[in-house]
């Protein structure tokens, strides 16, 4: 174990603890790849890895000197403390402990996580680790090595390159790397571990499914993963990142390779999302396999299925951003009635624009304005151009002659775009910089005492697709802003609101469901004050709530469903060409 400088020159008269406790940066090789290190309580050094990181708002990860110290700033449940000790030693999403004075020593820095209450921490699990925590060191700050959205770095040669002008010292060991590899990140909801990034300790142990032939699922291209089947086994591979990045996509296309020669397997097919842009869906075209193709909610449903060992049809709710839908629209909160073998589409979010389409994603004050247009008019949402700060009067303009227009304003009936548009309205979050910013802010505000009702909405009743309006929701709202209602209260509220819809659509469905069991898929369950309402909800009213627990509810398991479902095609039909 070396440390050198950025210049290559080697360093023998500081340890890496006295580097740390200075304030400096360090690159330190790890099990899976390169770290950027610094002194988590050091707001200075903190400040300058986020900067230099290009990193703007994003919560920091932290490593934790031990358990002790984890309890003097979080508060943990027996399960959580459980899951930090595990083999796995994945993140853990922990709630802090509250700071009691701005002298408090359990003040954090403000850079460390931004707009969020929670903290990510993990134990040292490997002995390099246990050696960075000297006299004067419990917490430091440990994230992925690597210039924000592209590929966690794990050769020397590339460190020293790219992580230069990030760190100043950099920290190495005489053993090679293989495979890149993230850490994992959990956190548990109902008493329950949610993985949220599947990685480090978990891949690439399998998932159980019914046997099938070999295959390969290329996944999704956002949290991207792939899967490949052997006999009744699923195997995912570790999180991959957004496969926008070329960077992040060259790593994928390597580490199909090297994971079909590790378990020595040819797939025989190949299962894609009907995304046409997606770069997965277009480089699982051309391997000259034959192809299926899989709904992205249907995956969803799949996969939650799968990671709790059943093969039934039951109703899916899956609740997240963007997914492609087979009527071409942009489809983010769905009923499924729905299996291994197919699914029929039972209710969904009324649709309504979106400005710009993916800017409105990045610009959540878009979404905002849309929902306002869509439920209260063009002059209504004119005058309320108080509550759509920053935007100018002009560029509101703009927006609606987008909308009225129907320029680049693809139908979304997307949960997240939802929370967006209230996270934006009340100013809690106007613009992103990281993915599911504005609806991770507006859990982390909520009032977590609220026992009241929500917004008001309806259903609207078909005899073949049921529509859930928002509509009702958004005059309440602005009344609570109008009267001063806190913004804790009225996310508080939301979030009740969502989960109310949720519960009374299932209510409304009950008629055609074939059991109790609902399956809670997608990015939106992965907010654990959702869930937990949802959950709890769905007992009272004598469902069966399944969750996961294997792979995450996001796109991270999207590879998995859409595995058992290409699966149970190849198994009752003869696969001959491209298509399903």
Same mark, same amino acid.
């Given at each position: 174990?070396?440390?050198?400088?950025?210049?290559?020159?080697?360093?023998?008269? /500081?340890?890496?603890?006295?580097?740390?406790?200075?304030?400096?940066?360090?690159?330190?090789?790890?099990?899976?790849?390169?770290?950027?290190?610094?002194?988590?309580?050091?707001?200075? !050094?903190?400040?300058?890895?986020?900067?230099? /990181?290009?990193?703007?708002?994003?919560?920091? #990860?932290?490593?934790?000197?031990?358990?002790?110290?984890?309890?003097?700033?979080?508060?943990?449940?027996?399960?959580?403390?459980?899951?930090?000790?595990?083999?796995?030693?994945?993140?853990?999403?922990?709630?802090?402990?509250?700071?009691?004075?701005?002298?408090?020593?359990?003040?954090?820095?403000? !850079?460390?996580?931004?707009?969020?209450?929670?903290?990510?921490?993990?134990?040292?699990?490997?002995?390099?680790?246990?050696?960075?925590?000297?006299?004067?060191? $419990?917490?430091?700050?440990?994230?992925?090595?690597?210039?924000?959205?592209?590929?966690?770095?794990?050769?020397?040669?590339? &460190?020293?390159?790219?992580?230069?002008?990030?760190?100043?010292?950099?920290?190495?060991?005489?053993?090679?790397?293989?495979?890149?590899?993230?850490?994992?990140?959990?956190?548990?909801?109902? $008493?329950?571990?949610?993985?949220?990034?599947?990685?480090?300790?978990?891949?690439?142990?399998?998932?159980?499914?019914?046997?099938?032939?070999?295959?390969?699922?290329?996944?999704?291209?956002?949290?991207?993963?792939?899967?490949?089947?052997?006999?009744?086994?699923?195997?995912?591979?570790?999180?991959?990142?957004?496969?926008?990045?070329?960077?992040?996509?060259?790593?994928?296309?390597?580490?199909?390779?090297?994971?079909?020669?590790?378990?020595?397997?040819?797939?025989?097919?190949?299962?894609?999302?009907?995304?046409?842009?997606?770069?997965?869906?277009?480089?699982?075209?051309?391997?000259?396999?034959?192809?299926?193709?899989?709904?992205?909610?249907?995956?969803?449903?799949?996969?939650?299925?799968?990671?709790?060992?059943?093969?039934?049809?039951?109703?899916?709710?899956?609740?997240?951003?963007?997914?492609?839908?087979?009527?071409?629209?942009?489809?983010?909160?769905?009923?499924?009635?729905?299996?291994?073998?197919?699914?029929?589409?039972?209710?969904?979010?009324? *649709?309504?624009?979106?400005?710009?389409?993916?800017? !409105?994603?990045?610009?959540?004050?878009?979404?905002?304005?849309?929902?306002? *247009?869509? *439920?209260?008019?063009?002059?209504?949402?004119?005058?309320?151009?108080?509550?759509?700060?920053?935007?100018?009067?002009?560029?509101? /303009?703009?927006?609606?002659?987008?909308?009225?227009?129907?320029?680049? &304003?693809?139908?979304?009936?997307?949960?997240?775009?939802?929370?967006?548009?209230?996270?934006?309205?009340?100013?809690?979050? #106007?613009?992103?910089?990281?993915?599911?910013?504005?609806?991770?802010?507006?859990?982390?505000?909520?009032?977590?005492?609220?026992?009241? /009702?929500?917004?008001?909405?309806?259903?609207?009743?078909?005899?073949?697709?049921?529509?859930?309006?928002?509509?009702?929701?958004?005059?309440?709202?602005?009344?609570?802003? &109008?009267?001063?209602?806190?913004?804790? %209260?009225?996310?508080?509220?939301?979030?009740?609101?969502? &989960?109310?819809?949720?519960?009374?659509?299932?209510?409304?469905?009950?008629?055609?469901?074939?059991?109790?069991?609902?399956?809670?898929?997608?990015?939106? %369950?992965?907010?654990?004050?959702?869930?937990?309402?949802?959950?709890?909800?769905?007992?009272?009213?004598?469902?069966?709530?399944?969750?996961?627990?294997?792979?995450?509810?996001?796109?991270?398991?999207?590879?998995?469903?859409?595995?058992?479902?290409?699966?149970?095609?190849?198994?009752?039909?003869?696969?001959?060409?491209?298509?399903?």
């Amino acid at each position: 174990m070396s440390i050198f400088t950025k210049d290559r020159e080697p360093v023998s008269h /500081k340890d890496a603890v006295q580097l740390l406790r200075e304030g400096n940066i360090l690159a330190v090789k790890g099990l899976g790849g390169y770290h950027l290190v610094c002194d988590a309580l050091n707001s200075q !050094a903190v400040k300058r890895l986020r900067e230099s /990181k290009k990193r703007e708002a994003k919560p920091f #990860a932290v490593m934790a000197k031990d358990l002790k110290t984890v309890h003097k700033y979080c508060v943990l449940s027996s399960e959580e403390e459980k899951i930090l000790q595990s083999p796995q030693a994945p993140i853990v999403i922990l709630a802090r402990r509250k700071e009691k004075s701005q002298e408090s020593s359990l003040n954090l820095p403000e !850079a460390l996580t931004p707009g969020v209450k929670t903290l990510g921490v993990m134990l040292p699990y490997t002995p390099l680790h246990l050696l960075l925590f000297g006299e004067g060191l $419990e917490l430091l700050v440990m994230t992925s090595g690597n210039i924000s959205s592209n590929p966690l770095i794990y050769k020397d040669e590339e &460190a020293f390159t790219q992580l230069k002008d990030i760190a100043d010292y950099f920290l190495i060991h005489n053993r090679d790397i293989y495979n890149r590899c993230d850490d994992s990140v959990v956190k548990v909801i109902n $008493e329950r571990p949610q993985i949220f990034r599947r990685a480090r300790g978990y891949v690439p142990l399998p998932v159980e499914i019914p046997k099938q032939t070999s295959l390969l699922a290329c996944g999704g291209d956002l949290k991207s993963t792939f899967c490949i089947t052997k006999n009744g086994q699923a195997f995912l591979s570790q999180h991959m990142g957004d496969l926008d990045n070329f960077n992040n996509f060259q790593e994928y296309v390597l580490t199909v390779k090297r994971m079909q020669e590790y378990l020595q397997i040819k797939p025989e097919a190949v299962v894609v999302d009907l995304h046409p842009e997606y770069n997965s869906r277009k480089w699982g075209l051309e391997l000259g396999k034959p192809v299926i193709e899989v709904q992205h909610h249907h995956a969803h449903l799949a996969s939650c299925l799968a990671d709790n060992g059943l093969d039934e049809k039951v109703l899916g709710v899956i609740c997240d951003g963007t997914g492609f839908g087979t009527d071409g629209n942009i489809w983010g909160m769905e009923f499924l009635l729905g299996d291994f073998s197919g699914f029929k589409r039972l209710a969904h979010l009324e *649709y309504v624009p979106l400005p710009g389409g993916e800017q !409105a994603v990045k610009e959540p004050l878009r979404m905002a304005v849309s929902f306002l *247009y869509s *439920y209260l008019g063009k002059e209504d949402t004119l005058r309320l151009k108080d509550y759509l700060k920053p935007l100018s009067l002009a560029e509101l /303009k703009l927006i609606i002659q987008q909308l009225e227009r129907k320029i680049n &304003a693809p139908l979304t009936s997307s949960c997240g775009r939802l929370f967006d548009g209230v996270s934006a309205l009340i100013g809690v979050c #106007a613009q992103v910089v990281y993915e599911g910013q504005a609806a991770i802010e507006l859990e982390e505000i909520a009032e977590k005492g609220f026992k009241g /009702k929500g917004y008001s909405f309806f259903i609207k009743e078909d005899s073949d697709v049921f529509t859930i309006s928002s509509g009702p929701m958004w005059p309440e709202l602005l009344t609570d802003l &109008a009267r001063g209602v806190p913004k804790e %209260m009225i996310s508080a509220k939301f979030h009740t609101t969502v &989960a109310e819809m949720i519960v009374t659509t299932c209510e409304s469905l009950k008629d055609k469901l074939p059991s109790p069991k609902v399956a809670l898929s997608g990015g939106v %369950m992965q907010n654990k004050l959702l869930l937990e309402k949802v959950f709890n909800l769905l007992i009272q009213k004598d469902f069966e709530p399944v969750v996961h627990s294997q792979v995450p509810a996001n796109d991270g398991g999207l590879s998995l469903g859409q595995a058992v479902i290409g699966g149970r095609y190849l198994n009752v039909c003869s696969c001959t060409g491209q298509g399903n």
